[in-house]
């Protein structure tokens, strides 16, 4: 298949750099000039996108220069791939973990209609407290009537014949465990109720208004946190709050509650950070090289790329506060942890400030919040008791800062930065030169305390390097993004995704120590957003990705099972980066996409207004069509997708989106469950951070409570690759229905 002319024309503008370099240029490391020479003629097909100037061979020759110095064996730190530390004290995973996610309640139960009607389908959580074999009693009861048991399922799913004129009160409740006869909150299902296959979590705009509450802010790349402890997740985002009499802009972060209720608890910060322009429609333009526009949905850019924010339990009361920045009484920005002050005896109050911290970043007005991230992480193996931390530089020397919460105040730990080395059994561990979008955070050695993943680095406990990926991304690469999940079926427990922004390579490593199971290069430059999904039908999970950037050129599908890659045809799968996403759909972990569909190549200047462009889709194995959102003739989606979150507790994924009326609703998968699920993912501390980390772009999996395989045998084997010949044409991916 041939390559598209605009990566010919790269090519041959950069072997033509090359012929005129000949003689003028003396290779400094030649172990890895091959290698340069091929991802600098990449880089220079990726610089034709953007410019029109041509690419010379002085671009070349600094290429060349910076790869070899880069890249080079003898000034690459050599990865360690020893077993970890064996002196160092292992707290059991059982303990650590059972106070991780706080105790989700029993609260999400629901009930709707089925597919096509004639039943109504019952989903509710499963709670480690349920015990290790559970099973359930369905009661129902007629309006006015008693409850009488329906049946005992040893699922969390129930599909009721019920008679459509009729309208039912349902509960359910555990027959064993902690839980045993205590039943749950109540489901209704009205006479003649339409069918529907979602939760509403928040009413409309009307609704709020006539209440005379506030409508519900913009909830487009929420972060989730049980910041009122109730076991309910809240949607936590920032919004636009008002204008000063300048005109400048203010901004706060609130929390949205997502139990039908809507209520609001904000906390005016006034960041005063402006935000790009938005388009008629009020879709963001976050880049517009050679006159083509890309597009983000409204509230996207003010919470997506300059609003570090994440949340966790600092003080053990059951709460998870918010870490993120805000403007002090003297106008400095600093950062803050925000606390969920309510009672029951005063549930209005709002979010109050409990604690402050000079920033170590420049933040606010002028500054480029976007080079920083908020993380918290349990490094003293207490979940119920985080740390805060703060993680810069991204595409400059970095440093990681890491803070406790004691006795009201916040007291320094530790920081660690780029450039730093740890030696261990023998060999060294170098911290890359630059880090990656995100803080992933993981307890991946198995000791009970969380370590810190940011790009090609991984910080242990105690700020030093555990392992790092160098020897193939290079001493300074930028990691766009980075996926936690079991991916590989060949290799026990987690594995660690990562995937160049600075170059084609992508790779996947052991989570425990860093081991190179697959090293590979994408077929151009910029490796936008690479994802662990199940494309193939096969066992484990593929990595499929984007290659050139934001405006995405095409796409590869590698079949880790069997270790062969693929040009990947998206087809009427969305493109851009920034609308796809993996969500698990079905329980078994069969992982698929969502996001805003696109037929076009890339979005162009115009404001998308097509309602069949703003449904988000589910895809499956093989690239199977599972669910479209629609709006149920209720009107499509406006807003952005905010993730895929088990808000329902069934260990599926529900897609949380916002409608054009303002309200917020779930929608769920209404199809059996074959067997019986693991308890939520609510209760899985891996999957909490995720949800209440507010960065792009990850991704990490419910890895597991209690127990930790990462530090298994695997097969010592590495599939290594240099291959940039596998780009597909626009027009092949646009004709292309389906997967191969």
Not at 17 to 26: D, H, Q, S, T
Not at 128 to 156: H, K, M, N
Not at 286 to 298: D, F, I, N, T, W
Request: aromatic fraction near 8%; proline fraction near 6%; charge should be negative.
């Amino acid at each position: 298949m041939a390559p598209p002319m605009r990566v010919i024309l790269g090519l041959w503008a950069s072997l033509v750099a090359a012929k005129e370099l000949k003689g003028r240029r003396v290779s400094t490391c030649a172990s890895v000039a091959k290698r340069c020479l091929a991802r600098c003629e990449l880089e220079g097909a990726e610089y034709l996108t953007r410019h029109s100037d041509g690419y010379s061979h002085k671009q070349l020759g600094r290429c060349l220069d910076f790869c070899e110095e880069n890249m080079c064996p003898g000034r690459v730190e050599p990865t360690s791939w020893a077993a970890p530390d064996a002196t160092k004290p292992k707290l059991d995973p059982a303990e650590t973990t059972a106070r991780a996610a706080g105790r989700a309640a029993r609260a999400r139960f629901v009930a709707v209609p089925s597919k096509g009607g004639g039943a109504v389908v019952l989903s509710w959580r499963r709670l480690a407290r349920d015990g290790p074999s559970p099973s359930y009693e369905v009661r129902r009861r007629t309006r006015g009537g008693a409850f009488e048991v329906l049946a005992t399922v040893p699922t969390t799913y129930f599909a009721d014949a019920a008679d459509p004129n009729k309208s039912y009160d349902y509960v359910v409740a555990a027959t064993a465990g902690a839980l045993a006869g205590a039943p749950s909150r109540r489901a209704r299902v009205a006479a003649g109720a339409k069918a529907r296959a979602y939760v509403e979590l928040a009413p409309s705009d009307a609704a709020m208004n006539a209440t005379g509450r506030p409508k519900i802010p913009v909830v487009s790349n929420a972060l989730f946190a049980d910041v009122d402890g109730d076991g309910e997740v809240e949607a936590v985002v920032w919004h636009q709050t008002g204008s000063d009499a300048d005109g400048s802009k203010r901004y706060g972060i609130s929390a949205v509650w997502l139990d039908g209720s809507g209520l609001v608890r904000a906390y005016d910060n006034d960041l005063g950070h402006p935000v790009q322009a938005a388009t008629d429609k009020g879709w963001v333009n976050v880049e517009s090289p050679k006159g083509v526009a890309l597009k983000q949905a409204p509230g996207g850019e003010t919470s997506l790329w300059s609003r570090p924010r994440a949340a966790g339990d600092v003080d053990g009361d059951g709460r998870e506060e918010i870490w993120t920045v805000a403007r002090n009484d003297r106008g400095a920005c600093e950062y803050v942890l925000l606390k969920d002050e309510s009672t029951k005896k005063h549930p209005k109050r709002h979010l109050a400030k409990v604690a402050s911290v000079p920033s170590p970043y420049p933040l606010c007005d002028g500054a480029d919040n976007s080079r920083h991230d908020a993380f918290v992480a349990a490094l003293d193996g207490d979940a119920s008791r985080v740390s805060l931390g703060v993680m810069g530089g991204r595409h400059e020397p970095w440093r990681a800062f890491v803070f406790d919460f004691r006795d009201g105040k916040l007291a320094p730990r530790w920081d660690a930065g780029g450039g730093t080395a740890t030696e261990r059994g023998g060999t060294a561990a170098m911290a890359n030169g630059q880090t990656s979008h995100n803080v992933a955070v993981v307890d991946v050695d198995c000791d009970g305390r969380d370590e810190i993943l940011a790009g090609a680095t991984v910080l242990d406990d105690d700020g030093s390097v555990l392992w790092d990926a160098n020897a193939w991304f290079g001493a300074s690469a930028h990691v766009d993004g980075q996926v936690v999940d079991d991916i590989d079926p060949a290799s026990p427990g987690a594995e660690v995704l990562l995937f160049s922004e600075t170059g084609p390579e992508w790779g996947l490593y052991r989570a425990a120590d860093g081991f190179p199971l697959v090293e590979r290069a994408g077929p151009e430059f910029h490796l936008q957003w690479n994802l662990a999904v199940n494309v193939s039908g096969g066992p484990g999970l593929d990595v499929v990705g984007t290659f050139g950037g934001h405006f995405v050129t095409g796409g590869f599908a590698y079949d880790v099972a069997r270790r062969k890659t693929k040009a990947y045809p998206f087809g009427a799968w969305p493109r851009e980066a920034h609308n796809w996403y993996p969500i698990d759909w079905d329980v078994g972990h069969e992982t698929a996409f969502f996001g805003y569909h696109t037929p076009a190549r890339r979005r162009r200047a115009a404001a998308v207004s097509a309602a069949d462009e703003q449904r988000p889709r589910v895809f499956g194995r093989g690239g199977k069509l599972l669910a479209e959102i629609n709006g149920d003739g209720d009107g499509v989606v406006l807003r952005a997708v905010s993730n895929a979150v088990d808000v329902v507790g069934d260990h599926r994924e529900e897609v949380v989106v916002q409608m054009v009326d303002g309200s917020v609703r779930a929608y769920l998968n209404v199809d059996p469950l074959a067997t019986p699920p693991e308890p939520t993912k609510l209760e899985d501390p891996h999957y909490r951070r995720f949800l209440a980390h507010g960065a792009y772009p990850s991704h990490v999996a419910a890895l597991g409570v209690g127990t930790c395989d990462n530090l298994k045998p695997s097969p010592a084997t590495t599939d290594r690759a240099y291959d940039a010949r596998l780009a597909r044409t626009s027009a092949d991916l646009d004709a292309a229905s389906g997967p191969p």
